[in-house]
Nanobody, 123 residues
């Protein structure tokens, strides 16, 4: 199983980016998916989680109203639309596949992790 995240880059404050994560292998359609991020010198933190069918989505308070998670099971992909980006959003963003059908805020609930994609927001 592999998770490949892409879509990161450098953007100015207030800009937007759309991250994508494509899964290969047997796992995806029945699994919850999550996004986490880790800024330099900080611990990894939860960003968003989406259930296997997309009907339940949760967000960290810090991104609520600005970020939107979605998934396309036909393409084995999940997406994170990030709007109104702030310098505090600068981090490496990771996608992860949950052990069950619903993702959670805890990293321990995720079995597979992607390699990460860098997001840098300039002020």
């Amino acid at each position: 199983v592999q998770l490949q995240a892409c879509g990161g880059g450098l953007v100015q404050t207030g800009g937007s980016l759309r991250l994508a994560c494509v899964a290969s292998g047997r796992i995806f359609m029945n699994n919850g998916m999550g996004w986490f991020r880790q800024a330099p010198g900080k611990e990894r933190e939860f960003v968003s989680a989406i259930s296997w069918n997309g009907d339940r989505i949760v967000y960290a308070d810090s991104v609520k109203g600005r970020f939107t998670s979605s998934r396309d099971n036909a393409k084995n992909a999940v997406y994170l639309q990030m709007n109104s980006l702030e310098p505090e959003d600068t981090a490496i963003y990771y996608c992860a596949a949950a052990r069950g059908s619903y993702g959670s805020r805890g990293a321990y609930d995720y079995k597979y992790w992607g390699q990460g994609t860098q997001v840098t927001v300039s002020s």
